[in-house]
Each structure stands twice: as structure tokens, then as C-alpha cells.
T-cell receptor
Framework: AQSVTQLDSQVPVFEEAPVELRCNYSSSVSVYLFWYVQYPNQGLQLLLK??????LVKGINGFEAEFNKSQTSFHLRKPSVHISDTAEYFCAVSDLASGTYKYIFGTGTRLKVLA | ETGVTQTPRHLVMGMTNKKSLKCEQH?????MYWYKQSAKKPLELMFVYNFKEQTENNSVPSRFSPECPNSSHLFLHLHTLQPEDSALYLC??????????????FGPGTRLTVL
């Protein structure tokens, strides 16, 4: 069964510094990959998604992610973070075998941007 | 109202109470989902409805009873809950479970506390 690992539960970073949030998934069959952000007291908002095509995906708020099939990874990056990026970030995977509507989520990474 | 709305946003209930959570989507979607979000755990898919029919029940205890009267509304009826059921309950919707591109849109959640 598909699984998603977000190794970092918390990532502190100073404002305007770059950040990378890591995501690895277990199966290399045809997958769709997503990053969601959750601000305090809010639901999940889609940042970006990989369905096919270019392995570098650009999303909202200056975030991007790179799909690496050989390493089964989909790491999220931002070159310069802002205080407002403080939130929890979730990686999710779905695959054609299980049903693309079945999202498997990671445990989340709490990004804290420091002034 | 736009997107996915959930009411109430916060709910405190005793173990013998009966209450209901409501979700409404204004996106013209046909699939709706209930998720449970507990601290330090991945989001857990509870139920899936497609065109008002339940297509997924992930071994959820019978004290949780979903209802989907139409494609725009989804309820989660709660009775005789346990303290470990305290969590954030998220509703989501998507075009349908049958399409390959199945981006899910989330509501803000209901924070449930069981005393």
C-alpha cells in the first residue's frame, strides 16, 4: 500500500532564507502528487500538484516542487520565505491503482518562519 | 458562500450526546469526503460519497454515521463518542471519484472535543 513520509515534523527558518520540505512516497507506480498548506484554524489549501509532464512544478505563493521518480520524492522548496508562510504543510499522493480520489497524506511539516 | 463550508466550526460534546456536523460545497462537485485530522497523525479518510452514493467506508466505528442527501451536502452524525474521537473533522469535495484529475477542495473543518 502507498505511504507518504515527511521526515521533518518541524522546520524553523529565518525570514528571507530558502527552505526545503521533504516528502517521500513508497510506490513508484503512476502517481499524482500534491502539496497542501494549512494555516491555523483553517482547512487545507492546494499549493501545487504534479500530474504528468515537467518534473518541476510551480505553485502559488512562490513555492515549487520537483518530482523525482527514481528517488520517489516530491520535495517542496521556496527560495525566500516570509513570516506569512508559517503554517503546516502536507504532502499527499494518489495513484491509479488504488483510485486517484484516495489521497494518502503525510504527517505534515510545521514551518515556522522567524523574524 | 463559495468553496466548501462547514458548520459548526467548534463543537464540545459529552459522550452521551448526539450531534451532527454539516458540510456544504458550492463548486458543483459530485464527490464529497470526510477526513479526521488528529495531532501527529496523517489525515485519515473516513467516508467517500460519489453522486450521493457511499463508495468508501474506511472501517469507521458505527458511532459515526454519514449522510449525503444530495451532491452539495454532507453530514456526519455523531453519537456516544469517545474522548479519542476529539479531532479536527475536515470535509472535502472533488469533481467525482471517477475522473483521473481529482483535485480535492477542503473546508475549514470542525474542531470536535469530546468530554
Amino acid at each position: 500500500a502507498q505511504s507518504v513520509t515527511q521526515l521533518d515534523s518541524q522546520v524553523p527558518v529565518f525570514e528571507e532564507a530558502p527552505v526545503e520540505l521533504r516528502c517521500n512516497y513508497s510506490s513508484s507506480v503512476s502517481v499524482y502528487l500534491f502539496w497542501y498548506v494549512q494555516y491555523p484554524n483553517q482547512g487545507l489549501q492546494l499549493l501545487l500538484k504534479y500530474l504528468s509532464g515537467s518534473t518541476l512544478v510551480k505553485g502559488i505563493n512562490g513555492f515549487e516542487a520537483e518530482f523525482n521518480k527514481s528517488q520517489t520524492s516530491f520535495h517542496l522548496r521556496k527560495p525566500s520565505v516570509h513570516i506569512s508562510d508559517t503554517a503546516e504543510y502536507f504532502c499527499a499522493v494518489s495513484d491509479l491503482a488504488s483510485g486517484t480520489y484516495k489521497y494518502i497524506f503525510g504527517t505534515g511539516t510545521r514551518l515556522k518562519v522567524l523574524a | 458562500e463559495t468553496g466548501v463550508t462547514q458548520t459548526p466550526r467548534h463543537l464540545v460534546m459529552g459522550m452521551t450526546n448526539k450531534k451532527s456536523l454539516k458540510c456544504e460545497q458550492h463548486l458543483g462537485h459530485n464527490a464529497m469526503y470526510w477526513y479526521k485530522q488528529s495531532a501527529k497523525k496523517p489525515l485519515e479518510l473516513m467516508f467517500v460519497y460519489n453522486f450521493k452514493e457511499q463508495t468508501e467506508n474506511n472501517s469507521v466505528p458505527s458511532r459515526f454515521s454519514p449522510e449525503c442527501p444530495n451532491s452539495s451536502h454532507l453530514f456526519l452524525h455523531l453519537h456516544t463518542l469517545q474522548p479519542e474521537d476529539s479531532a479536527l473533522y475536515l470535509c472535502a469535495s472533488s469533481q467525482s471519484t471517477a475522473t483521473s484529475l481529482n483535485e480535492q477542495f477542503f473546508g475549514p473543518g470542525t474542531r470536535l472535543t469530546v468530554l
